[in-house]
Structures are given as C-alpha cells and as structure tokens.
C-alpha cells in the first residue's frame, strides 16, 4: 500500500495550481501502483515545506486536506480518440435513383507543424453510381476563425457503383494547420 509520495517543494516564483497538483496525485496513487486503490487523497505541508500526497492520512499532521476521487473505472476509461477530425455535415437527404457518396472512415495524423496525412475510406450508398468522387478537406484558421483552407483530396476509384468503396490518402501542407485547427472532411461528386 502507497504510504506517501512526496511532490512538491514550494520555491519562490513556482506557482503550481493546486488542482494540477491534486490532479497529479491522484493519478499516481491511482495508477502508480499496480492494484492500489484510492478513493480518497490526503495533503499536507510538513514542517520543511514538503508538500506530501498520500492515500493514508499522517499520524501526526496538522492543516491536512482530504480530497475525494473520481471513480477508478471514470478515471481509466479516456474518450475514443477523434484524431482531430470533426464528424462530416450531414447532406441533404437523397432521392431515390441518385448516389450518395458517405465518409466510412477517415484517421488523419500531423506529420509537420503544417502538415497532415489524412486517410481514409468513402461508400456510395446511394442507388446510382457516383462520377468525379473527391473529399474536400477544409479547416479555419485557429486565430480568428476564418477560412483559410479548402483543398481536394483524391478518391480512388473516383467512379463508385452503389455500395462500392473508394480510398484516399493524402498529404496536405498549409500555414493554415499551424495551431492544430479542427478539419473537417466532406465527400463530393459529380
């Protein structure tokens, strides 16, 4: 069992928030050890200014805090990763006798400062074939929020019959990915 963890020594000009620091904690004692469980953190300041962290309260302390945590099974389950991709806009709906190209996948990696390798996956699921299949891939810039990219990215096969799949893969470089802007992803065709 984790008795204590010492963290923090206080100097001049350090400010280290105090919920970054509780945060920390709990992290460790939670995952620091394997089959430590610790619902609840106790901090103190010992009498050389040590900030001590611990799933056990001291013996013999004064000033001690007592803060409870989050559920071990919350804290371990992190949400699904987006790869920095909004979900594509809807599109209108489709009649029928018409294509309806959709994004079946897509995983876009940052490869430079302002570049990005985005791959991915499109499926007709319309009742007609689909010409001229592209992806527009755009983002605003992360300052002010204004438009600054809009590029297309090639679908092979770029014809698809109905229910059939095209890929892409492409690598894009702009200024406009300084800043890791979202992006989103569109598929278009003829």
Excluded at 23 to 31: C, E, K, Q, R, T
Excluded at 36 to 58: K, M, N
Excluded at 143 to 158: I, K, M, S, T, W
Aim: proline share 13%; glycine share 8%.
């Amino acid at each position: 069992m984790l008795r204590r963890v010492w963290l923090l020594r206080p100097c001049p000009g350090a400010a280290l928030p105090r919920i970054a620091g509780l945060w920390l904690a709990g992290a460790l004692v939670a995952g620091g050890a394997p089959g430590a469980r610790a619902d609840v953190v106790y901090q103190w300041t010992d009498q050389r200014g040590v900030v001590h962290f611990s799933d056990v309260p001291p013996p013999a302390a004064t000033d001690v805090r007592q803060r409870d945590l989050p559920a071990a099974a919350a804290a371990a389950t992190p949400p699904a990763p987006t790869a920095g991709v909004m979900p594509a806009t809807p599109g209108p709906e489709r009649a029928s006798g018409q294509a309806n190209v959709v994004l079946a996948s897509d995983q876009t990696a940052r490869i430079a400062p302002d570049a990005v390798r985005v791959v991915g996956t499109v499926r007709n699921d319309g009742d007609a074939p689909a010409r001229g299949v592209h992806v527009v891939l755009s983002a605003n810039d992360a300052g002010q929020n204004n438009p600054c990219l809009e590029r297309p990215l090639a679908v092979q096969p770029d014809a698809l019959q109905p229910r059939e799949s095209g890929t892409f893969d492409a690598v894009v470089e702009s200024p406009c990915l300084f800043g890791d802007p979202p992006l989103q992803l569109r598929p278009r065709w003829e």
